[in-house]
């Protein structure tokens, strides 16, 4: 499995992993879905080049990658219809998504720092959202509290911003990434 996977329902899983090779050798990463309560494995995708997948109203949304640019792709539960929601050919690199609403946060590098920025579904526009110059990456959203991890005092540490209480969450060494908050907080 590339990346995380992501909870469709009670007992389903979406995922993104390394496929079998095609009639012409090539392998790619597809989206796959696991149900626990069947204990059946369903690939989803063929010879797509995709990862960081997450479910959110009966909708899944995935990174795909072609000729060394990211772009942004959502289909539906089965990924039978899919379709690009971006149109970047600038050679970014999108690395994890998150959603609330009609707004996808994502965190990408152009040329050498990565940015967190900001997909609004109901228009298309796509904005930097912290436009710093240190590296920000790997937000999450969930209810009121946006989290992510930050590197403006030289380590990379989880900063939150919850209403008007923003303050880092650790203070490490070796540097604090990917955070998740759960459902209760």
């Known amino acids: 499995v590339k990346t995380a996977a992501s909870w469709v329902n009670d007992s389903l899983i979406v995922y993104a992993k390394i496929s079998k090779p095609n009639k012409y050798g090539s392998k790619f990463f597809d989206l796959y879905s696991y149900d626990f309560v069947e204990k059946k494995q369903e690939r989803l995708t063929h010879d797509l080049r995709l990862y960081s997948p997450i479910s959110y109203d009966n909708k899944i949304y995935a990174i795909n990658t072609y000729d060394g640019t990211s772009n942004i792709i959502v289909g539906n539960e089965n990924f039978s219809e899919y379709e690009q929601l971006t149109n970047f050919n600038n050679g970014i690199q999108i690395f994890s998504l998150s959603i609330k609403d009609s707004m996808i946060i994502f965190d990408a590098v152009e040329n050498h720092d990565r940015k967190i920025y900001s997909l609004n579904l109901d228009d298309n526009s796509i904005k930097i959202r912290d436009n710093n ?53």
């Open 133 to 185: 110059t240190w590296d920000t990456r790997d937000p999450y959203i969930e209810g009121n509290k946006y989290i992510y991890s930050n590197d403006k005092y030289g380590i990379f540490n989880l900063y939150l911003e919850e209403d008007n209480n923003n303050r880092y969450l650790t203070n490490v060494k070796g540097g604090a990434f990917m955070p998740h908050i759960s459902k209760n907080g």
